[in-house]
């Protein structure tokens, strides 16, 4: 439905996928009584076959008002003879809309032909509707849209009684068509074929041709759908939305430029993204008890209290975006990705396999590169949310990027803060142990492997492959990245190191030699802190920094 009637919501067109492919049919249709012409027509096939030939005549004289043989018109008892010449808007590109974008597609199609660098999104985006309507333009906002780009787009609902419908219908199309002989197009919102419940659809309005009477249009739902044709008839009686059994409407708006802002295509996302990232979501979420929340560059979805997902979404998600976009990463992922926050045990292991059909393998969340989806129970804290929120960022701005780096930042700020205006990673399990072993006073994790030895060098860990990080980890990879990335923090090297390394990762692909310079520089250069930097090689490092973990305490 593309008209703002609520009590009409029903039968919205779905242009993604139209429901029946357009396939062409000839049907040879009895003209008019004098002209006696047969007149080949092209109809929507999946009208055709529940639609008796005689209802198609009946509806031809109207249609072919002499204009098509250019005699005049005979039945003159309906209607005075109009001719109506040929035109033609030449040079519209055709755009393929996308999903429920109709109303968009189509302006940004005569804007091209205006030579304004815009797409649909640009459209949507004009309009103000917001993202989480999850849908694209009613007239009511197309309407707002092509005003505010600088369209006099007339009035735009026109009320026709339906007793005496077929005059009012013609004055209707007599102007459409003296627009299109002035080089003005429309836009018209119309039903998208004779189907019962059929739905409302935006289509271009370029031209006329007397011979064949028929309408010239760009059919958005279509990739080739540039300049199709509808017999008048059809389209005339296609065009009155017939909310009111009394009183019809028919919707048009012009698209004269007035005072055309220049406009240009966005780069990043815009509230058009989001809206079709939302109709794409929304089937996917169950109908109960979620909260969905916009919050770039992720769209939030939890079972929480609504207050809570939106407390989430703001504190932990949004929080980490800025921290993390000011200190290391400059563009945002390349696609929406969804943040999944089950509340409990029980509604993440049952949302995973229903939602996902995904059996998860750790407790507290993952990221899946199919769904476009980190998926986190969040009742085990937001730690591993942050965590995974440094992986799309890190893939983004340095794809390159090594596992032990990556997963050596992500881990660090799996327990996080706020120190000076910027994030920083505090001590945590890591250092003992995972939750499950580790008991008071035990030494587990990273401690017990220094003190067995069992810690690799700093060039072995930068050179691990990543399949050889992940794949055969002896349970040290994670934790001794991360207190490396935690050295490098509390010695104010660690953004140093980052970007540095991204400068540098065409030569040094491992980071190792880059490591090695941040650390000697900064010896170089401190007094005091020497002590800690200043040793001759990356074996002593090692050694020294083995016995500064050592002392930290979680
Ligand atoms: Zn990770």
Redesign the pocket.
Known sequence: MRDAAPQTEVGRHSPGKPTMPYRRLTLAVLATAAAATLAAQKLDSSNSPQRPAARFAQIGPLSLSAAATGKGDTDKSTRPAVVYKDVLIPGVPHLRQKPDFCGEACAAMYLQKLGRPVDQDYVFDSSGLDPMAARGCHTKELAAALKKIGFKIGPVWHKVPAADHAKHIQTQWKALHADLLAGVPSIVCMHYDHKPGTTEHFRLVLGYRAKSDEIIYHEPAEADGARRRMKKATFLKLWPLKYNSKQWTLIRLRLEPDRLEQGTAARTFTAADYAQHLMKLKGKVPSRGFTIVIQPPFVVIGDESPAMVRRRAQGTVKWAVDKLKQAYFPKDPTRILDIWLFKDPTSYRKHCKSIFNHNPTTPYGY?SHTEGALIMDIHTGGGTLV??I??PFMAANFPECPAWL??GL??LYEQSAQRDGQIVGLTNWRLNGGFQRFKEGEELGLKLAIRQGRVPSFKSLCSTTDYEFYQKDNGTN?AQARYLCYYLQEHGLLRKFYHAFHANRKKDPTGYNTLRAVLGRKSAVLGREDAVLGRKDMDQFKKDWEQWVLKLRF
Do not use: I, T
Request: aromatic share 20%; hydrophobic share 20%.
């Open positions: 990221f965590h995974e440094v992986h990556n997963e992500g881990s994670y």
